[in-house]
């Protein structure tokens, strides 16, 4: 079976296409910079256009930062406001005229991540972390998914936990490993006082320097990066077109 995978991020649109029961891209990654404001059609065309140039006809996942029912968006933290309530399935099946199924990004990500990745196998609690321009949350119990979980927005110290620990944060206060270690470790301190997981992955672009920050951690859980690193969007995408649950 093969879906592409698309993944819609605060700064690039990616897609793929994936072999969904391997897991494995079938063609180099398509980027385009997301357009300034992430206004709906804007960013429908940028999809059509991958889809396009990749000369794609199939069924399309798309990973989409914000909560996302029935194909619709919920909330936009790092999107234009005007996704809020808007079908999303519908926008981009019209603009591409191929069928698209839109999920949460760090959901989707997640779903590679416990199929083929980091979390594969992985009974109890799982917390996949999105650090990026935002943080995405997943958790996975026993394989099966609990969508739409936003603990990017865990308040702490007053503020959402993203605007202190994602990586976009990182960046912008030009911290130190050290100094951004300490704040991820607060910040996972509290998710794990919470929740109790079994494993954290942690996953975006970070996560191809976790030796820089994943040892001065102080956890319970175990905590490992994701296998796919900056890909887990792209094939996890390509997994939900075609449903939800992992085996595990
Ligand atoms: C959004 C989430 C998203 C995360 C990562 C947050 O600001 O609310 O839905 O998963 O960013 O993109």
Known sequence: MQALGIDIGGSGIKGAP???????LLEERVRIPTPKGAKPKAVAEVVAEIAHSLKWK???????PAPIKNGVALMAANVSEKWVGLNADELLTSATGCPCKVG??????GMAEMQFGAGKGQHGTVIMLTLGTGIGSAIYYNG???PNTEFGHLQ???MDAEHRASDAARQLKEMSWKK???RLNEYLNEMEKLFWPDLFIIGGGISKYHEKYLPLLTLQAKIVPAQF????????A???SQGMDVKV
């Open 18 to 24: 994936v072999n969904t029961k391997t897991g494995k």
């Open 58 to 64: 199939g069924p399309i996942g798309v990973g989409f």
């Open 104 to 109: 949460n990004d760090a959901d989707v990500a």
């Open 144 to 146: 099966h998914l609990v």
């Open 156 to 158: 702490m110290n007053g």
């Open 180 to 182: 951004y270690a300490k």
């Open 229 to 236: 690193k900056n890909e887990a969007g792209i094939v996890g």
């Open 238 to 240: 390509a997994l939900y």
